[in-house]
């Protein structure tokens, strides 16, 4: 049985940082694990995602500069440190798995539950 699992999200003020961690287990994923975001109110959006060797990254442009998605496959967990948080950024962070198209949420058929950032100002 597939599994993700994030952890890492909590309250923080603007300008702090926070390191998420998706962490899988049941099969080992080969194409794109990708972070994406819900706000309240608002559509999912893409965050980041990494290609299974580390190569390839790609980010939303809101947060380019500001947060970097990394692998470590011998623990299958990958990871989105998040810096200079902005209240924007407040949102449900959730990790995808073996996504074919790296910013399309539809190309994605694992999903976690998501965890909560908060962002005050």
């Known amino acids: 049985q597939v599994q993700l699992v994030e952890s890492g999200g909590g309250l923080v003020q603007a300008g702090d940082s926070l390191r998420l961690s998706c962490a899988a287990s049941?099969?080992?994923?080969?194409?794109?694990t990708g972070w994406f975001r819900q706000a309240p109110g608002k559509e999912r959006e893409f965050v980041a995602a990494i290609f299974w060797s580390g190569g390839n990254t790609y980010y939303a442009n809101s947060v380019k500069g500001r947060f970097t998605i990394s692998r470590d496959n011998a623990k299958n967990t990958v990871y989105l440190q998040m810096n200079s948080l902005k209240p924007e950024d407040t949102a449900l962070y959730s990790c995808?798995?073996?996504?074919?198209?790296?910013?399309?949420?539809?190309?994605?058929?694992?999903w976690g539950k998501g965890t909560q950032v908060t962002v005050s100002s």
């Open positions: 995808a798995a073996e996504g074919s198209v790296p910013g399309s949420s539809w190309s994605y058929p694992y």
């Open positions: 049941g099969r080992t994923f080969r194409t794109y």
